[in-house]
C-alpha cells in the first residue's frame, strides 16, 4: 500500500443503545472513506455521536449495523467489524486509540515504564524482556518523556506528559491507524499546539492514519486533510477542509463556522446562533434532524430526511436545499 491507497472504508454504521425499553440512536448510518496517511476530522456538538462513532471504528463498542473495510498492511481488505476473536487479535494492534482524559485513562496504580510496557507483553508474551525495555525506552524518548523518569506513577506528570504517556502507549505497538478522541481538550492552550505538532511530526514519521474527533474547529481545520460534521448522531456534511471551511453546503456547518475566533480585530465575525438545544437522540425530529433549529427549514424539511449526496467532488451533504443555498451564499430571507 502505498500514500493515499483507501486503508478504511466506515460503511453505514449504526449504533443504537436500548435501556428499559427505550432505544437511543447514537450513530445513524454513517459512511466514508479514509485514506493512508490522511487526518479525518470528525466535528459536531458535544452528544452528537462522534466518540460513539469511534469508539465502533475501533470496536470498542460492537456497532447495531454497518462496516469497517480495513486494507491491512499485508493488502488484503476485512471487515474489522467481522473478524473473528482470533483474527482480532491479529489486526487489533494496528488499529489503536488515544483517549479524550489524560488523568483518567491511565492506571495510577501502575508506573508508566508499565503502562506503556502493557500492550507489547498482551500481545508479544514471548518476547526478551531486553527487547521490551528497549521498545519503551525509544518510543518514550521519541514522544518527548524523559525516560530517567519512567519508574514515576502518573500522578507526578503533567496533563501535557500524560497525554505524552497515552500516545507511547498507543504507538508502542506500530499501528497504522489512531482514533484521538478529543485528544488535547483536557490540556492548556500551549500544551494543545506542543501535543498537536507532536502528532504532525508522528504522522510524518510513521505514516500514520488519524481520525481526529474534536469539538474544537480552529483544532480540526489545522491537522485535518478532511472533516465530517455530525449532528445527532447523523454524518451531515464531509468534504476536503480547505472546501468544508471556504465554502460550507450545510446550515449547521456554517452555523458551527460562524461560531469560529477570527484572529484579526479588523474582522466582524457573522455569528449565526443555534436556536435550541440538541433534540433527544431516543426521540429525534421527523425528516431532516436539524430542521427543529434550522432557520432555512421549509415544510419538506419537517416531513423528509434528507439524503446524503455528493454534491460536488469529495464534498458530501445531507440538506435539501443545499444547492440553492450555497448559490446564494446563505443569505437569510425571513
Ligand atoms: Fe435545514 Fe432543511 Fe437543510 Fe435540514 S434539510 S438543514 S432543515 S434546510
Known amino acids: 500500500m502505498s500514500k493515499g491507497d483507501r486503508i478504511l472504508d466506515v460503511r453505514n454504521i449504526h449504533m443504537r443503545f436500548t435501556s428499559k425499553g427505550i432505544c437511543v440512536r447514537a450513530v445513524t448510518d454513517v459512511s466514508f472513506p479514509v485514506a493512508e ?25 460492537e456497532p447495531s449495523e454497518g462496516s469497517v473495510l480495513y486494507t491491512t498492511s499485508d493488502g488484503r481488505q476485512i471487515d474489522f ?11 487489533r494492534k494496528e488499529i489503536q486509540m488515544i483517549f479524550q482524559d489524560p488523568y483518567s485513562s491511565l492506571d495510577p496504580r501502575m508506573t508508566v515504564f508499565d503502562i506503556i510496557k502493557e500492550p507489547i507483553v498482551a500481545n508479544y508474551p514471548k518476547m526478551p524482556k531486553a527487547e521490551i525495555e528497549r521498545r519503551v525506552m525509544d518510543i518514550a524518548a521519541r514522544v518527548g518523556l524523559n525516560t530517567a523518569y519512567l519508574k514515576r506513577y502518573p500522578h507526578a ?22 482514533v484521538c478522541d478529543e485528544a488535547v481538550s483536557a490540556l492548556d492552550v500551549s500544551i494543545q499546539a506542543q501535543v498537536i505538532n507532536l502528532l504532525h511530526d508522528l504522522q510524518k514519521e510513521f505514516g500514520l492514519t488519524y481520525l481526529f474527533i474534536s469539538h474544537d474547529l480552529s483544532v480540526v481545520e489545522y491537522i485535518s486533510d478532511k472533516v465530517g460534521v455530525m449532528y445527532l448522531g447523523k454524518m451531515v456534511e464531509f468534504a476536503p477542509t480547505k ?26 465575525n457573522q455569528r449565526i446562533p443555534l436556536e435550541g438545544e440538541i433534540p433527544n437522540p431516543a426521540n429525534p425530529p421527523s425528516g431532516c ?46
Do not use: W
Open 157 to 178: 506528570f503533567s496533563g501535557g506528559q500524560r497525554q505524552r504517556i497515552g500516545i507511547a502507549r498507543a504507538l508502542v505497538l506500530n499501528p497504522r491507524v489512531i
Open 289 to 334: 434532524f436539524f430542521h427543529t433549529r434550522c432557520r432555512y427549514c421549509t415544510g419538506q424539511c419537517t416531513r423528509e430526511a434528507p439524503a446524503y449526496v455528493e454534491l460536488e467532488p469529495e464534498h458530501y451533504v445531507a440538506c435539501h436545499r443545499a444547492q440553492e443555498l450555497t448559490l446564494r451564499g446563505f443569505t437569510y430571507e425571513e
Open 243 to 268: 472546501n468544508l471551511f471556504e465554502h460550507p453546503m450545510h446550515p449547521y456547518t456554517e452555523s458551527l463556522l460562524s461560531a469560529v475566533p477570527i484572529a484579526d480585530p479588523t474582522v466582524q
Open 37 to 61: 496517511g490522511e487526518t479525518i476530522g470528525i466535528v459536531g456538538e458535544s452528544g452528537c455521536g462522534k466518540t460513539t462513532l469511534g469508539r465502533c471504528i475501533v470496536r470498542a463498542y
Open 81 to 91: 467489524l467481522k473478524i473473528d476473536k482470533q483474527t482480532m487479535k491479529k489486526y
